[in-house]
């Protein structure tokens, strides 16, 4: 039997830039057998990616700062040591309460980490979401993700 161990120090791991968010890979799909990810995401306060709905579940698990987590019509304030789970396909989007937050994301299958490898590689870093719209439509209509508002545009 083959074992797939993978360890990331502190202060490790590749990262990908999201338009509001930067994660750090810390445990890839490809040590799990494509079962699970883990990512460190750190956001600023500010713009967030609109509600939209991914094909994967996911959790998350705040480490500090202070976020809202909207799920479908509900709201959750997660501070650290607050976690939460996010089904596929429910309506979902977070916002940054302090000026920066870091949180785990623990994501079932590989889809997570190539959404957003596609989105670091497609995407300007340092442009605002209005302005990458064109870009960030074309890595949508790659992986099983949709934003509110633009399912009808794909």
């Given at each position: ?71 479908e019509a509900e709201g959750f304030d997660l501070g650290p040591g607050s976690s939460i789970t ?47 719209a064109q870009e960030i439509q074309q890595v949508l209509a790659r992986h099983d993700v949709t ?8």
């Open positions: 039997m083959t074992h797939h161990i993978q360890h990331t120090s502190a202060g490790e791991g590749a990262e990908l830039t999201a338009p509001d968010a930067v994660l750090t890979v810390k445990i890839d799909a490809g040590h799990t057998d494509g079962h699970y990810e883990l990512f460190e995401v750190d956001a600023p306060r500010g713009p967030t990616t609109p509600p939209h709905r991914t094909g994967w579940s996911k959790a998350y698990y705040v480490l500090h700062g202070r976020m809202i987590v909207q799920i996010i089904p596929p396909g429910a309506l979902h989007t977070f916002t940054v309460l302090s000026p920066t937050t870091k949180f785990l994301v623990m994501s079932l299958t590989g889809a997570m980490g190539s959404f957003h490898a596609d989105l670091d590689a497609t995407v300007p870093h340092g442009r605002p979401i209005e302005e990458a934003v509110a508002g633009l399912e009808a545009a794909r």
